[in-house]
């Protein structure tokens, strides 16, 4: 059975203090990695698709990284519209359908 | 391009009553999920549909169903409801059972 195990559960950072989110999994032969980003009331957004360790994407402040056990959101510079719950999800060679973790809440403060 | 679109966006039933979700997927997707999400957890799996066949289920009880129509759209049925039901019901749409998720905004279903 595919986990996903996020953390921390929740994240306050200053304007500016650049931090990370982890994202650690436990899977059958990795099809892809995902991030999310969820609003309050809304449904997820998504932002990257890892695939192989080694791999990273970037966008804007946000860059994810993969290994063989972990992933990693970087924050880079962070502004209050970057508050949201942060998911991150896996899909196994053996199945199509991904597997969410609880998520990171992540609030940062003008 | 319209994205995923859910209706109703907020419902409100009692208890023991019967409750149908809808999802339209983007144009040309032919895969649908639902997930259920519960306040401060992550996204549960439900049902997904590809090319109007089921091609998952997951582990919530019979009274939860759910359908795909030759257009793709879908619906969510769930019977005689609990109050552990309530939650925010995420329908998400993808091109084939590879490619990746596009949500819709949701269905917030509250139980009294």
């Known amino acids: 059975e595919d986990q996903v195990t996020q953390s921390p559960e929740a994240l306050r950072l200053q304007e500016g203090e650049s931090s990370s989110l982890n994202c650690s999994y436990t899977v059958s032969g990795l099809r892809g990695l995902f991030w999310y980003r969820q609003d309050p009331g809304k449904g997820p957004e998504f932002l990257f698709t890892?695939?192989?360790a080694g791999e990273e994407k970037e966008k804007e402040r946000l860059k994810a990284t993969l290994t063989k056990k972990e992933s990693f959101l970087h924050i880079t510079a962070p502004k209050p519209e970057d508050s949201a719950t942060y998911l991150c999800?896996?899909?196994?060679?053996?199945?199509?359908?991904?597997?969410f973790g609880r998520g990171t809440s992540l609030i940062v403060h003008p | 391009d319209a994205g995923v679109t859910q209706s109703p966006t907020h419902l409100i039933k009692t208890r023991g009553q019967h409750v149908t979700l809808r999802c339209s997927p983007i144009?040309?997707?032919?895969?649908v999920s639902w997930y259920q999400q519960v306040l401060g957890q992550g996204p549960q799996f439900i049902f997904q549909y590809y090319e109007k066949e089921e091609r998952g289920r997951g582990n919530f009880p019979d009274r939860f169903s759910a359908r795909q129509f030759p257009n793709y759209s879908s619906e969510l049925n769930v019977n005689a409801l609990l109050l552990g039901d309530s939650a925010l019901y995420l329908c998400a749409s993808s091109l084939n059972l590879d490619y990746g998720y596009t949500f819709g905004s949701g269905t917030r279903l509250t139980v009294v």
């Open positions: 144009s040309g997707h032919k895969s």
């Open positions: 890892l695939y192989s």
């Open positions: 999800a896996v899909r196994s060679g053996g199945s199509y359908i991904p597997t």
